[in-house]
């Protein structure tokens, strides 16, 4: 079994191996990988999907435990701009991105790398229709429809370029249950009310209500799930 070693929290201990299992050294590898799919399905570079430090924080990720990862040479380190941060400590605009190693790290650790936290909600009936459920939604982006197994949720005739790439990167990311926020970092202040509210929109006008968004309490990514029966 792999595996990498953690900067102890008690600098009077030795350092000691950690597991792969260890569960905030998974949240965290398994959030540099969706970046990295997001990117791809976007077509943008790698950097602006970058994890920041202050959204590991929020999914109680210390910087110790990320300062492992880079060290081992599973993720890299780059300030606001990019550029690649060598100096400690790390702040909330410290950005992380996943090395090829950190790739192939995923790979072995397999079915184990992503934490129960971000694995695709329980199911739940809709309209009676169980069948449908055994379906995770996907997202055409051809025909710009969204649905749940047979059930159509939303059809977009207008324009709704955020809506459209939030739902890109779900689809991207196999929509595991939080996925983080794909905007551009370059929209500064307004990406977290950008991203709130095409959120929002995207719980409106659908067909079949099957689904639900939610951000999470820093705009830092969207959580879904399925709705319940409705009347």
């Known amino acids: 079994m792999t595996h990498v070693f953690c900067e102890p929290r008690d600098q009077n201990v030795a350092p ?4 792969p299992a260890s569960p905030s050294l998974l949240l965290a590898l398994s959030m540099f990988e969706q970046a990295e799919r ?4 976007t077509g943008r570079q790698p950097c602006e999907f970058a994890v920041s430090m202050e959204e590991l924080w929020s999914f109680r990720v210390t910087a110790a435990e990320v300062r492992c990862l880079v060290e081992q040479g599973y993720c890299r380190a780059r300030d606001v701009n990019g550029r690649p941060m060598n100096r400690l400590p ?4 410290t950005c992380f991105l996943l090395t090829a190693e950190g ?3 995923c790979k072995e650790v397999g079915g184990h790398s992503q934490p129960a936290a971000l694995r695709t909600p329980p199911l739940i009936h809709f309209n009676g229709d169980s069948a449908a459920h055994q379906d995770v939604p996907h997202w055409d982006a051809i025909l710009r429809e969204l649905s749940l197994g047979s059930i159509l949720v939303k059809r977009f005739r207008g324009s709704a370029p ?3 790439m939030i739902l890109a990167a779900l689809q991207a990311a196999a929509w595991e249950r939080w996925t983080k926020n794909p905007l551009p970092r370059g929209l500064g202040e307004r990406r977290a009310p950008y991203f709130r509210a095409a959120i ?5 006008h659908h067909v079949h209500p099957a689904l639900h968004f939610e951000a999470d309490g820093r705009a830092a990514g969207v959580f ?3 709705r319940a029966k409705t009347a």
Request: aromatic letters at 8%.
């Open 103 to 105: 790739s192939e790290l």
């Open 38 to 41: 997001c990117a791809k399905a």
């Open 90 to 93: 790390y702040t909330s605009a």
């Open 16 to 19: 000691g191996p950690v597991s």
């Open 200 to 204: 929002h929109r995207l719980n409106s």
């Open 162 to 164: 955020r809506q459209e």
């Open 224 to 226: 879904w799930t399925r």
